[in-house]
């Protein structure tokens, strides 16, 4: 079996300046055009000053079954994302772990998306990010960053 892979595609979310606590989701990804068979999903994100020592940044995707109703009460849009207890039904795809020192990139991934959902990638899905870093995330958008690699396979 074969692999072919997309060009890197970037994903809508502005993380810029997501303050510690906080919490942001992408525009959905619509996947009913490409029908990749699976994404891989990376990125880097930046702390701003004075992180927390063991504080995380949790990067979570939101998926639609019907290509209208998303996850977790997600809305499919860039924007604020407002955790009100469904955001137990994000799946987590990672959760970096930060140190105290300001201005730091954390590069993530590849990680399958397929894979969250049991090998079948869903109609349309995006990311929410969590940041519990004890910081603002930095102001500069190329330092915040989440990208995607469609995938699909051939004979």
Partial sequence: MALSYSAVQTITLTATSVTDGAWRQSAAINNSTNLFEDALLG?????GTTPTDGGTIDIYIYAS??????????????????????????HLIESIVVDTTSDIDYVFGPRSVAALFGGTMPQKWGVVIENNSGATLHATGTNNEIQFTGVKFSA
């Fill in 43 to 47: 990125g880097t994100l930046q702390t």
């Fill in 65 to 90: 079954y019907d290509g209208t109703k998303y996850t977790a009460g997600a809305s499919g849009s860039d924007e604020a994302y407002t955790a009100d207890g469904e955001e137990y039904l994000l």
